[in-house]
């Protein structure tokens, strides 16, 4: 450590003393008062471990104050950063799927029976819909072998409310504000001897009394539903194909069938198209999309007996047929058939 000298007048000695000491200054005397500036000194040790200390506090300082002039600010240090905030979940919305089994996706396994299975029309619409809406989900209420009758009383599929229609209406109730879609196929099991393989005699009992009875149940149905529902909820109804068209196979007493079937099921469908049109319910044209109504022949079969056979599995050879249900290409043209008529993406 450095040494310096410090002068006092004579008569007081002098001695060297260590820069690391505290210097207390007095005034010097001999007898008369001497110039201001002429001190004698009392020495007081400072330890070395605080001179230490304060040195290295103060390069630190000075490195600090020459990086703040030079460069940008340092960062925080990771102990005192912000958490990251979590993502938050998107809100929850619904897709509500009613009906009977073609709601439910059912078509025959290897043993021919009819079964439930995720290739059905609603699953393919939710496909379609969630990748632009991640909170959407869907919740199916469809019931096999369901008619306009069960759905309103019940008596085939087991609901809270005792129906599909009550559990229906208590679902939008439940979640009014938060429902996206609403689809709806009933009424093909009313007139059930119309579509499958009827007779002519079967077919003229479907016309007076089954389909206007389908009707009139179907306009209860909706009207509860838009109730339930709210003005702001996109409601769409379906009309069907005809799966009694491939009886066309069976000679002429078969294409006679086919032929006074599709009369049948156009008339139908048109009255099924008035309830949900007076209800503001849009529809899924799917008796349309089939071209039920088209008997032009191609390589000699008609184009609408060819697309119910490619579509259905009401052509398939035993066990899996026949089958009135769609397969999984009919379900795709079902649910781009909803698609167009919702109108969501």
Same mark, same amino acid.
């Given at each position: 450590?450095?040494?310096?000298? !410090?002068?006092?007048?004579?008569g007081h000695p002098k001695r060297a003393v260590r820069l690391d000491e505290l210097i207390a200054v007095t005034v010097c005397r001999a007898g008369r008062p001497r110039p201001f500036g002429e001190v004698t000194v009392r020495p007081i040790r400072i330890p070395r471990?605080? !001179?230490?200390?304060v040195t290295v506090v103060v390069m630190i300082v000075t490195a600090m104050v020459l990086t703040a002039c030079s460069g940008p600010a340092p960062s925080l240090?990771?102990?005192?950063?912000?958490?990251?905030?979590?993502?938050?979940?998107?809100?929850?919305?619904?897709?509500?799927?009613?009906?009977?089994?073609?709601a439910r996706g059912v078509q025959p396994d290897a043993a021919g029976v009819s079964v439930e299975t995720p290739d059905g029309y609603p699953d393919q619409v939710y496909a379609a819909l969630r990748p632009s809406r991640p909170g959407l989900k869907l919740v199916k209420l469809g019931c096999p072998g369901e008619t306009t009758v069960s759905m309103i009383n019940g008596g085939i599929c087991r609901y809270p409310g005792g129906s599909q229609l009550a559990a229906?209406?208590?679902?939008?109730?439940?979640h009014r504000g938060r429902v996206l879609l609403v689809t709806l196929d009933i009424g093909a099991n009313d007139p059930e001897a119309c579509g499958g393989e009827p007779g002519l005699s079967q077919l003229a009992k479907c016309a007076v009394k089954d389909i206007p009875a389908a009707a009139g149940h179907l306009g209860t149905i909706v009207a509860r539903l838009k109730a339930a529902a709210g003005p702001s909820v996109r409601i769409v109804g379906m009309n069907y194909y005809l799966p009694a068209l491939a009886e066309w196979h069976n000679g002429l007493p078969g294409q006679l069938v086919a032929w006074t079937a599709?009369?049948?099921?156009?008339?139908?469908?048109?009255?099924?198209?008035r309830v949900y049109a007076s209800s503001g319910i849009?529809?899924?044209?799917?008796?349309?999309?089939?071209?039920?109504a088209d008997f032009t022949r191609q390589d000699g079969v008609p184009r609408n007996v060819a697309r !119910?056979?490619?579509?259905?599995?009401?052509?398939?050879?035993?066990?899996?047929?026949?089958?009135?249900?769609?397969?999984?290409?009919?379900?795709?043209?079902?649910?781009?058939?909803?698609?167009?008529?919702?109108?969501?993406?």
């Open positions: 450590m450095d040494r310096a000298t !410090v002068h006092c007048p004579s471990l605080l !001179v230490a200390a240090p990771s102990a005192i950063k912000a958490p990251a905030k979590t993502p938050k979940a998107p809100p929850a919305t619904y897709y509500l799927a009613l009906g009977d089994s073609l229906a209406v208590g679902f939008l109730q439940s599709e009369k049948l099921a156009a008339t139908y469908n048109n009255m099924l198209g849009r529809v899924a044209n799917v008796f349309g999309a089939f071209d039920t !119910v056979c490619e579509w259905t599995w009401q052509c398939a050879a035993p066990p899996r047929g026949p089958n009135q249900h769609a397969n999984q290409a009919g379900y795709q043209v079902i649910a781009q058939t909803f698609l167009k008529a919702a109108d969501l993406r």
